[in-house]
C-alpha cells in the first residue's frame, strides 16, 4: 500500500486519553447514524419517496454512508473512508435544511439541522484525529508495521 493511502487509512493513534474521547464519539455517533439510517438502507433507492428529486443512486449513498459509515464508527474500521462518505452526507444534510430556511434547533416538529452539523463535526474530527487507539483500523495498523518490521 503506497505510504500516502496507508497515512489516511491507518493514522498514527493519539494517546489513550484522547483515545478515550475518540471512542466515546465513535460509538455515540456510530449508533446514532446507524439507527438513523437502518429505514434508509431497507429502501436505499427510494427512501425519499417516489416524487424525490434526488436520484435513487445519491439516495442509496446516503443510506449507506448513514449505515454503513455508522457501523464502521462503531468498530473503528475504516473509520477516515466512513468518515468522508458521512461529511459529503452531512454537508448536503445541513445544506439541504439551511436553504430552505430552517432554524439550527427545531422549534417543535419542524426541520432543523442541528443533527446533520453534529455528525458533520465529529466525522471532521474523525477524519482529522483518526480512530483512536481503541479501533480495528489500529489494531490492523499495529499488524501492518510489526509485519513491515519483520521483513526488514
Known amino acids: 500500500m503506497p505510504k500516502m493511502m496507508r497515512r489516511f487509512l491507518l493514522p498514527d493513534p493519539p494517546s489513550d486519553r484522547a483515545s478515550l474521547g475518540l471512542l466515546a464519539a465513535r460509538l455515540v455517533a456510530g449508533i446514532g447514524l446507524a439507527m438513523h439510517g437502518w429505514g434508509k438502507i431497507q ?3 427510494g427512501w425519499m419517496g417516489e416524487k424525490a428529486a434526488t436520484p435513487g443512486v445519491l439516495q442509496a449513498l446516503a443510506a449507506l454512508s448513514e449505515f454503513g459509515g ?11 473512508l466512513a468518515s468522508l462518505g458521512i461529511v459529503c452526507t452531512m454537508s448536503v444534510a445541513a ?3 439551511i436553504s430552505r430556511g ?3 434547533l427545531s422549534r417543535r416538529d419542524g426541520g432543523a439541522y442541528e443533527l446533520a452539523a453534529l455528525y458533520l463535526v465529529i466525522s471532521l474530527l474523525l477524519l482529522a484525529a483518526g480512530p483512536g487507539r481503541f ?3 489500529a489494531l490492523i495498523g499495529r499488524q501492518t508495521a510489526h509485519g513491515s518490521e519483520q521483513r526488514k
Open 95 to 97: 445544506w439541504t435544511h
Open 102 to 104: 430552517d432554524p439550527f
Open 135 to 137: 479501533s480495528l483500523d
Open 70 to 80: 455508522g457501523l464502521a464508527l462503531v468498530v473503528g474500521l475504516l473509520v477516515p
Open 43 to 45: 429502501n436505499p433507492f
